[in-house]
């Protein structure tokens, strides 16, 4: 049985097209990007259980994935300038 393609909730293009990349294994939080050409989409995440996040926490970690890739002198994402 297959399943139908999940579309993301920021770009009109399926998930499945869409990379989960983690930037700190210690407190696992990172970034998904959409691999479609040209396609600006993206968004931060973290491992926190499983009830949705806060807007506090959001901001957090926003704030520590901003910081991770700026320190790594790469430029930022559309998404989080």
């Not at 926190?48 to 994935?65: C, F, K």
Request: charged share 15%; proline share 9%.
């Amino acid at each position: 049985m297959t399943s139908l393609p999940q579309p993301c909730s920021y770009c009109p293009h399926d998930l499945d097209g869409h990379r989960l990349l983690v930037l700190d294994t210690t407190r696992l939080l990172g970034i998904v990007l959409c691999a479609a050409p040209g396609c600006a989409c993206g968004a931060t995440w973290r491992a926190s259980g499983t009830a949705a996040s806060t807007p506090q926490q959001i901001e957090e970690t926003r704030h520590a994935v901003r910081e991770i890739i700026t320190n790594a002198g790469l430029p930022l994402p559309r998404f989080l300038q």
